[in-house]
């Protein structure tokens, strides 16, 4: 029974079963799978920089490979900004499709040697060429650093490529960062990418949506409040570059895909900006898998590769045709 509006529904507690029907490898990670723990206080500077050397830490060991990944690897420098140029081995070097993609790490965590094998399995995945943007990030560098990076890196790119040649993408707070640099290469009447691809996107720092209480929990990434805070610097975390989902998208947006999972912390995130840009006349494509938590199932089960494929065709579909 709902009661009043300040409370809200409340509900028992219960346990939540693992659905049968999902692969064994899925089945598997969403079985052990744990809360990552609090955060530092806001001002706690020092506290931050230890979390966030021990988080990229197990971040590297999870995603960086003990073996080289058949992928060629080269470092760009565009106005001080530092990115990861991946080139697929067997790729005909005359190819122009470029992936430009921006990391997750919850805008706090995730650059270096993580950002690029991340950047090395999203080549993997889209079977192009990727430029994968290692942006500043907080406690030393808050809002607008991150953004102004991946803008610079993009005017960059616009110098090589027709706009019809890139598509631009990232997940999670990556997801963030890419709608964010759409609103406002738009905003400064720069050319729009071929498409955009969102994974699991961070879009509203204020967290407004119905998934950040369902889903609290469930999802094991836990709450994000107080790196979207630090990440913000003081400014308003309902601005649209900060949450793209309060954008204007009727001025112009390139064709989007979404994914999200039914256990996803930021579900409401993803169905709600599909929604929005579908409400503006956007050509939008929503992905949810069943069950699938922040981040999917770890990487490597069926359930991600079925997924995968779909991301495969959206970049091929789009290509071409800003």
Known sequence: MADDENTGLRVPERTIPIPAHLSPAARGFLSVHGSPGGWPALGDVAGWKARLAAMDAMMTERFVPKTPVPCAATERNDGGVLSYDLMPEGLDPGDRRLFYDMHGGALVMGGGEVCKARAQGMAAKVGARVVSVDYRMPPDHPYPASLDDCLTVYRALLNE??????????????????AALILRARDEG???PAGLVLLSPELDLTESGDTFHTNAGIDPMGTLMLPNLLYAGGADLADPYLSPLFGDFTKGFPPTLLTSGTRDLFLSNTVRMHRALRDAGIDAELHVLEAAVHGNFGGGT????SLDRDVRLFCKAHWGKA
Do not use: Q, T
Not at 161 to 178: F, H, M
């Open 190 to 192: 720069l050319p729009l």
């Open 161 to 178: 490529r027709d706009p019809a040649e890139i598509i631009v993408g990232g997940g999670s707070a990556g997801g963030n960062l890419a």
């Open 302 to 305: 069926p359930e991600e590769s």
